[in-house]
Nanobody, 122 residues
Framework: VQLQASGGGMVQAGGSLSLSCAVSLRTFSSYDMGWFRQAPGKERDFVAA????????YYADSVKGRFTISRDNVKKTVYLQMNSLKPEDTAVYYC????????????????WGQGTLVTVSS
């Protein structure tokens, strides 16, 4: 299983970025998906999750109302639209395949992408 995240970059505070994660998993449409982020020297934190059919989404309080997770099961891709970005959103963002447990815990995800760096300047 391979996950390829893209779309990171540098943006000024208040700006927007859109991340994509292409997943090479035959049964992609059967799995819930998640996004996490990890800032330098910090733990990997939950950002958002989406159920297998896109019917339900979940967000960390810190991004609620600013970020939107979505998916396209035909393209086997999950997205993270990030608006009103803040310097504290600076981190490497990872997509992951949820395989059971709690959405907010990294151990609930079996497969991870390589990450894409988002830098928000003030």
């Amino acid at each position: 299983v391979q996950l390829q995240a893209s779309g990171g970059g540098m943006v000024q505070a208040g700006g927007s970025l859109s991340l994509s994660c292409a997943v090479s998993l035959r049964t992609f449409s059967s799995y819930d998906m998640g996004w996490f982020r990890q800032a330098p020297g910090k733990e990997r934190d939950f950002v958002a999750a989406i159920t297998w059919n896109g019917g339900s989404t979940y967000y960390a309080d810190s991004v609620k109302g600013r970020f939107t997770i979505s998916r396209d099961n035909v393209k086997k891709t999950v997205y993270l639209q990030m608006n009103s970005l803040k310097p504290e959103d600076t981190a490497v963002y990872y997509c992951a395949v949820f395989t059971g447990g709690s959405y907010i815990h990294p151990r609930s995800y079996a497969y991870w992408g390589q990450g894409t760096l988002v830098t928000v300047s003030s």
